[in-house]
């Protein structure tokens, strides 16, 4: 069975129908990762994924439950652009408050670690560079020991050193054993740390394969030059592409 599936799924907006019948799925113990240009469908997506948006039709899944249900949120975490925690709190008592949440949480010391937060544990949120923040966060979505990871976008604005830090905390969860759906604007990332890559395109997948697959179906050596390619096969100016 798959971790999380879209089946058919619609979702309309007025006028403007953001995804057009799409399905998607996880496997367990994939990373999959959901690339687009902005407008694409990809927020929309994680949403219903997440249970913040019905579609419009068809479903979704979280390990066979309804994505809004307590048993889809207990095997589940999230590190999303928006989030945002409270600067005057020590990193320890941000894990420690998140882990509550949880009926069987990952021992403190033992996200610390994951997430790569020995030795800041009692620094203020506030007093922290913006990898050690991501990393914090990072820490959050996987204190409550879930099955499956959303990360949205999760290094954006890092420095390469902070971004090939967090990619080790990534693989490091996928090694456990944990499903990931990332989605993510640099393509090398997409490329390093993808098992499976789906391109997403005004509502509709474009294309959908491991890496290798998507490049070697474009004739190209490299997934960015891959993902140019789809969208020009399916009308996009490169200025669309890149804004």
Same mark, same amino acid.
């Given at each position: 069975?798959?971790?999380a ?9 007025g006028?403007?129908?953001?995804? !057009?019948?799409? #399905? ?5 113990? +994939? ?7 902005n407008?694409a469908g990809?927020?929309?997506?994680v949403r ?6 019905a579609?419009t ?6 390990f066979?439950?309804?994505? &809004? ?6 095997? /589940? ?9 409270? *600067?005057?709190?020590?990193?320890q008592?941000?894990? $420690? ?5 949880? +009926? ?5 010391? *033992? ?9 800041? *544990?009692? !620094? ?10 991501q /990393?914090?966060?990072? &820490?959050?979505? =996987?204190?409550g020991?879930p099955?499956?990871l959303?990360?949205? +976008?999760?290094?954006v ?6 971004? /090939?830090a967090l990619?080790?905390? =990534? !693989?490091?969860?996928? &090694? !456990? ?12 990332e997409?490329?390093a ?7 997403? #395109?005004?509502?509709? =997948? &474009?294309? $959908?394969?491991?890496?290798? +697959? =998507? ?11 891959a ?10 100016a ?6």
């Open positions: 069975m798959p971790v599936e879209l089946r058919g799924v619609t979702k309309r907006y006028a403007v129908e953001a995804l !057009r019948g799409i #399905d998607l799925s996880i496997a367990p113990g +994939e990373l999959l990762a959901l690339l687009g240009p407008g990809k927020t929309t997506a219903i994924l997440l249970g913040l948006a579609p039709s068809g479903e979704a899944a979280i066979g439950h309804h994505p &809004a249900s307590r048993q889809a949120k207990l095997r /589940r975490g999230a590190l999303l652009q928006v989030g945002r925690v409270p *600067e005057t709190l020590k990193v008592e941000h894990i $420690e408050l998140f882990s509550s949440y949880y +009926e069987k949480p990952l021992p403190i010391a *033992e996200t610390i670690a994951a997430a790569g937060l020995a030795g800041i *544990e009692n !620094r203020l949120f506030g007093a922290l560079s913006g990898g050690q923040k /990393r914090v966060l990072f &820490a959050l979505a =996987i204190c020991n099955d499956l959303f990360l949205d +976008e999760p290094t604005g890092l420095d390469v050193e902070s971004r /090939r990619w080790t905390r =990534i !693989r490091g969860f996928v &090694a !456990r054993g944990g499903s990931v759906l990332l989605t993510t604007h640099y393509l090398d997409a490329d740390l993808a098992h499976r890559v789906a391109v997403i #395109d005004r509502g509709r =997948i &474009a294309a $959908e394969g491991t890496p290798a +697959e =998507i490049k070697a179906q474009t004739g190209t050596s490299v997934l960015e030059d993902f140019l390619a789809i969208m020009k096969e399916n009308g996009n490169l200025e669309e592409v890149l804004q």
